[in-house]
């Protein structure tokens, strides 16, 4: 596995960065790729079915000149800024095992990422609502997955020393929750690890086998999906989200 530790200077270009990975080794590339980026401003992401109109508060987003964005995978809308760690994977899919099927794929991804934690922090990692992980049912890392026909991307977001403050502020409680939520709020729902990135990049690239960095990186793609899909509010938002 090939190791990429990037980070883009926008949001929108970092979210491109692993669509456009996802596409360089379905289109042949062929090498299977772990990469790592650190965001360094505050803005909100939704999932790709979301709706901005229950999901966030949309309004004060706007007031504090906070983007909103939409990512090209599953999953729930999330707050990400200084004190995350992101992650992704590009995995090849076979027609059989672990990675053939979403389920699969969910379980054998999340229990190497718990491994991987608790290297740094101890027993105590929990795999919790099919694609988080928690201690003692307190939320740090959200996951979620898009497939193509032979390779798939499967990312998330490690919370480290992140303002969780910021996120029931921006954020509405969720319109879908996983059972072990129990309706809790943000606040109670969250927690940061308190480690540090180098350290979570160390057991993560560790459970994985790295072994050498990138080699070529699609630049020219990076820019167009950033320009063409990331930036545009079409993307962004649907019909339904007009104030």
């Known amino acids: 596995m090939q190791l990429l530790d990037l980070t883009f200077p926008t949001p929108e270009e970092n979210l491109a960065c692993d669509e456009a990975l996802l596409e360089m080794c379905e289109q042949g590339y062929g090498r299977e790729i772990l990469r790592f980026w650190e965001p360094v401003s505050i803005f909100v992401v939704l999932g790709y079915s979301n709706s901005a109109k229950t999901e966030i508060h949309r309004e004060e987003c706007q007031s504090a000149g906070i983007p909103i964005l939409r990512r090209c995978s599953g999953g729930g809308t999330v707050v990400q800024g200084p004190g995350c760690l992101n992650y992704a994977l590009i995995l090849r899919t076979s027609a059989a095992g672990s990675l053939s099927t979403i389920p699969g794929t969910n379980a054998y991804v999340m229990d190497r990422q718990r491994r991987a934690l608790e290297r740094i922090i101890g027993d105590g990692v929990e795999v919790q609502g099919h ?40 954020l509405a409680h969720p319109s ?21 990135a180098a350290a979570v990049k160390r057991a993560v690239s560790e459970e994985w086998g790295v072994d050498e960095t990138v080699g070529n990186l699609p630049g020219n793609r990076i820019a167009d999906l950033a320009r063409t899909r990331y930036s545009s509010p079409d993307w962004i938002f649907r019909k339904s989200d007009a104030l």
């Open 131 to 170: 694609t988080d992980l928690a201690i003692k049912s307190t939320k740090f890392s959200g996951n979620s997955q898009r497939r193509k026909e032979r390779f798939l991307l499967f990312h998330g977001v490690f919370l480290l020393n992140f303002d969780l403050s910021l996120i029931s502020r921006l």
């Open 176 to 196: 879908r929750e996983p059972r072990y939520r129990n309706g809790r709020p943000h606040e109670q729902f969250l927690r940061n690890l308190g480690v540090s």
